[in-house]
């Protein structure tokens, strides 16, 4: 019988599959970029599930009917209301927070540096639904006119509205040009 080494490590090997199978059927979405799979109530509203599972806190609750914009998230690239949104919808979908909006190296979304560089954040509780709206409209209208921005439903109760219009203009320019 050869000796056990007392300091050897097993190579850590994940498995291809998961046997037996979850007992609980799931929602699998992506969030940022990452899967998930929800087995809570298939009714929870998407905004609970980012704030109270995930502990996604940059989405913020916009009225039970989401008429603030505050609670705006990406779903398939569009801008959609977390708190009307059920899980049961999500399966296999893409959610985008505002946190996923930060570039793979960690920097700033040019989105997020114009509102930083327009100074467009007043108390800042409705600038993530302002930022994911505003990567909706720039996804569907590169060259947004302020007829474009003013469709947006966020509401901001500081009166930022004109400067938020010249940072969505400021981050239309800043997209098109090359990053170094």
């Given at each position: ?17 998961v046997t037996p ?102 108390c800042g509780y ?51 040009e090359p990053r170094?």
């Open positions: 019988m050869a000796p056990v080494q007392a300091h050897s490590v097993l190579p850590h090997r994940e498995p291809d599959t199978r979850p007992v609980r059927p799931g929602i699998d979405l992506q969030v940022n970029g990452e899967h998930f799979r929800h087995t809570g109530d298939p009714d929870m509203p998407l905004l609970w599930y980012l704030r109270d599972v995930l502990k996604l806190d940059g989405t913020r609750y916009a009225g039970e009917h989401g008429e603030g914009g505050a609670d705006l998230v990406l779903v398939d690239d569009r801008a959609h209301s977390s708190i009307t949104l059920p899980m049961h919808r999500l399966a296999h979908r893409r959610v985008t927070t505002v946190e996923g909006l930060v570039l793979p190296d960690g920097s700033l979304h040019p989105l997020q540096q114009a509102f930083i560089d327009e100074d467009a954040i007043g409705c600038t993530s639904g302002w930022l994911i709206a505003a990567m909706s409209l720039l996804r569907q209208h590169p060259t947004p006119t302020d007829d474009d921005i003013d469709t947006l439903p966020n509401l901001c109760r500081c009166g930022c509205q004109t400067r938020v219009r010249a940072a969505i203009k400021r981050a239309a320019t800043a997209m098109k170094p």
